[in-house]
């Protein structure tokens, strides 16, 4: 059937790259004076959008009064850009996939949004502060705008909602002008009150699935090298099972579970949510125990588990502050500075 011909799709994929480029190419045509899709008033692209500002280029005019540069201006003017955009579509179909122009100019470009400031990372990595969204301003009754986020830690389910609600306030500072040391006196303030959380605070959030086939592999390898030890042969041919380690966490807290007799503590089963703690090195050989999120009362065996703050804070902490902020070039070290430390030369 023509219908499971991969060239359909191909065509597909290639045909909106072509309109998508053209659409960045002739955005910049406008604004810039030449015909490039990576040109000077182009900040990203998409698969089927393209980010771009003029301000860069009119900046001059503007600071000289010469460019009246308020808001509902700047909408005006990016609703004017997308119009001619959409007048060069005829055309540009017909040159290049041989339509007529009544069909070409179905392709339509419209404004989707306009921000104040944005973050752009990575590919499919970006923030921006949105003040209209499609033609509804959301910097009403005081507020900013709302915050447009695609692909960060702050949407993340492993971020812990408290990790999610610290960097949503930074990003929201950093883009609404807030200066270098401003945010790193309030990533150390943050960070002062996380390390003085327990310590089974400070794990990952990760949700447990398919435990029961994982916890049958390893029956089995254990099962497979026990035969093995009786049989007197070597049991380096006998390979571990892969296991994601917020699994293994969750069965070595069924394990301890089991070896401290404790019948209060919720067993993890399929599906459940848990927190995945790192541990130090230990008897047992664990590097981490994941405990379920429902559980109401932690047991003090639990408890006195030898927790790796230190590792816990570089990856919920550390590491996600520098995914957000490090395409910024802060000197991010100095807000990860012990407090201890600093304490000895606050007068």
Known sequence: SRFFDSRLGQSTTLTGRCIARHM?????????????????????????????????????????????????????????VCQEVSKTFPGFMSRTFHTTLDLGSIIQADKEMVGSAGIFITKKRYAMLVFDNEGKREDVDGNPGYI???????????????MQDFLKDVLLDVLTGSEEQEIIDKIIEFRKEYRAKPSWEKGSPKRVNNLTAYRGKMAKYDMDRKRAQNQNKSVKDI????????????LNWNKLREINSDNYANEITDGMKTIVC????????????????????????????????????TVVVTKKLEN????????????????????????
Request: net charge negative; proline share 7%.
């Open 278 to 313: 790192r541990i130090k090195d230990n008897p047992m050989g664990f590097r981490s125990v994941g405990y379920p999120t429902d559980e109401t009362r932690l047991p003090e065996w639990f408890k006195n588990l030898p927790f790796d703050d230190h590792h816990m804070e």
């Open 148 to 162: 447009k986020a695609m692909g960060l830690d702050l949407k993340r389910s492993d971020t812990p909602p408290w």
């Open 324 to 347: 957000l902020l490090g395409v910024l070039k802060w000197d991010l070290d100095k807000a990860a500075a012990k407090n201890t430390f600093n304490s000895l030369f606050e007068f």
């Open 239 to 250: 390979k571990k099972p892969p296991m994601p380690g917020h699994v293994t966490a969750a």
């Open 24 to 80: 960045a190419a002739e955005i910049n045509k406008i604004i810039a004076g030449e015909y490039d899709h990576q040109g000077k008033a182009i900040v990203y692209g998409d698969t089927d959008s393209t980010y771009f500002s003029s301000y860069p280029l009119l900046k001059e005019q503007i600071d000289k009064n010469e460019i009246n540069w308020d808001r509902d201006n700047i909408i005006a003017y990016y609703d004017a």
